[in-house]
């Protein structure tokens, strides 16, 4: 019963903070965004009190059930342990009891925090949450909206608009190459070893491991029961179980109820450890008195036990909202070849990132924004972090949605009206590639977009009033929005780009 309420939330959880990373409307980061905050190394970086005392008060009552059913990374192995078990060689089990490497456990933690403060980029490669989030967004998003646009092109040859075609293009080649590989090792290391990279290698299942030794709740052996057949520790996915003495250990165990759920002589239980001493002295009774006793016990640690998450209702997704996508009053010019990346001197990061620094020392390179943006902005820099680019489209004044759902602080939430206020960079015009001093031919695709309007047409000559008007950027009014970017129709580079600036200013 226990292990059956585990899975549940787990794999609740699972697909929520997985939809987060797929879901493209909005709508499951309206009601179940915080499932990103509550992560422990966001919430850390963010400063978020509650999340984190959230987390150490769950280890310290019920052990390490955030690495069982909160961290999408943990279910993620999971998964593939049980798909490991499903082998004919695995039918009888196929763990065993491990001794703890402990140096290279505390080592590995002691690493990654110092190589964190020196570059957080390196350090969130084996993060769990941010080794999953770019999972999600670079595997598993492509697919998913692959699948939309299947669903929307047969929907529309029945008349439906119920779904829309979205663009699925490449967001970073460095992030989806470490993604595939992340995805391999660990689905790999799971499928043969179960939880040995969360008990070895993963740093914040490290920390709360440390925290779990000392956990109220926890699996139990009755020795006076337990005949050592093994049974349990050949199914402990943590390895940390040793049949021959009886013991845990509970630095490793992720609470995954395997033991219980499997053990023949209901010699395990899960309990609270203020009761042990009793149980270890029943271990002393004699052995003729013990098969007096009537072998149906009564299991008490299921009214013991609490549910980790109360996670009761996902909202029913009835129909993904339409969004409009059309840019009116492009001049009607369809684009003869896609654009390329101008080379920027000043590199732009989204409105309320604050500054570059700021957004370099919180964010972990999770690629949720990325995958949430629905203005296809944002991709991911050298660094793997989100950069802000405008040759697919801008960053509409109305759109505040990667500032509502960052987890780690990187991108502070900021209204509409603040965002619009924000510089994130200015334009520059540039004469040789305007197609109106270059073609001789009339534009202002750049004044008439500009939501602030910081670019004026016009004439480059007062005397000469037949000459075609030229832009002119205002760039104390400019806020980098990249409206005149996108929208410039000269080939295959704007003549008119934005230069971002290192630090954020109000106009």
């Known amino acids: 019963m226990l292990k059956k309420i585990r899975i549940t939330l787990a794999l609740l959880c699972y697909a929520l903070v997985t939809l987060l990373f797929l879901d493209f409307t909005g709508t499951i980061h309206n009601y179940f965004g915080f499932l990103a905050k509550t992560q422990f190394l966001p919430a850390v970086l963010a400063l978020n009190a509650a999340a984190i005392l959230f987390v150490v008060l769950l280890t310290l009552l019920f052990g390490r059930v955030y690495c069982s059913v909160i961290c999408p990374l943990g279910v993620f192995q999971d998964i593939f342990s ?21 140096i290279a456990r505390y080592g590995i933690l002691a690493a990654f925090i110092i190589v964190f403060a020196i570059s957080s980029s390196v350090a969130a490669i084996i993060a769990p949450y941010s080794a999953y989030g770019r999972i999600a967004t ?57 939880r040995a990279y969360c008990n070895t290698v993963c740093p914040v299942g490290t920390f709360l491991g ?22 349990c520790e050949r199914n402990c996915k943590g390895s940390c179980i040793d049949s021959k003495t009886g013991t845990f250990d509970y630095s490793r165990c ?27 002295n029943s271990s002393v009774k004699n052995t003729n008195e013990v098969k007096k006793e009537s072998v149906k016990t009564v299991d008490d640690s299921r009214r013991k036990f609490i ?25 009607g010019l369809a684009p003869i070849q896609d654009k390329v990346i101008p080379e920027r001197i000043g590199e732009i990061v989204p409105p309320g990132a604050k500054s570059i620094i700021n957004l370099k020392n919180h964010c972990t390179a999770c690629g949720l924004c ?27 004044p109305e759109c505040n949605r990667c500032s509502t759902i960052c987890p780690t602080g990187a991108i502070q939430k900021i209204s509409l009206a603040e965002k619009s206020s924000t510089q994130v960079g200015h334009a520059v015009w540039q ?32 005397n000469n009033p037949t000459l075609h008007k030229i832009p002119v950027v205002n760039t104390e009014r400019c806020i980098g929005c990249g409206a005149c970017e996108n929208l410039c129709p000269a080939r295959p580079k704007s003549a008119i780009y934005v230069e971002g600036h290192e630090v954020h200013r109000k106009v």
């Not at 793997?384 to 489209?393: C, I």
């Open 138 to 194: 670079y595997i598993f998003s492509p697919i998913y909206k692959l699948a939309n646009n299947a669903l929307a092109y047969f929907a529309e040859r029945m008349d439906s608009y119920t779904f829309y075609s979205v663009d699925v293009w490449m967001k970073g080649v460095l992030p989806f190459a470490i993604a595939i590989l992340t995805f391999v090792l660990i689905g790999t290391f799971a499928f043969f070893k179960g």
């Open 307 to 331: 549910s980790v998450a109360t996670i009761l209702a996902a909202g029913t997704l009835t129909g993904v909202r339409a969004q409009e996508k059309s840019e009116e009053g492009d001049g």
């Open 82 to 102: 049980w798909l490991g078990s499903k082998r004919k060689k695995a039918k009888r089990g196929r763990f065993k009891f491990v001794k703890e490497h402990r």
């Open 210 to 231: 440390f925290i779990s030794r000392f956990s109220i709740f926890r699996p139990v052996i009755d020795k006076s029961k337990c005949i050592h057949c093994g049974t």
């Open 431 to 462: 004469y040789d590639l305007c197609i109106v001093t270059r073609d001789g031919v009339e534009c202002g695709n750049c004044a008439r977009h500009c939501p602030t309007g910081a670019i004026q047409m016009v004439s480059p000559d007062p």
């Open 254 to 280: 992720v609470s995954c109820m395997n033991c219980i759920e499997n053990c023949n002589k209901k010699a395990i239980s899960y309990k609270c450890r203020f009761g042990e001493s009793q149980n270890e």
């Open 370 to 396: 990325i995958s949430a943006c629905p203005n296809n902005v944002l991709r991911a820099g050298k660094d793997m972090k989100p950069t802000v680019s405008y040759e697919r489209g801008y960053c509409r």
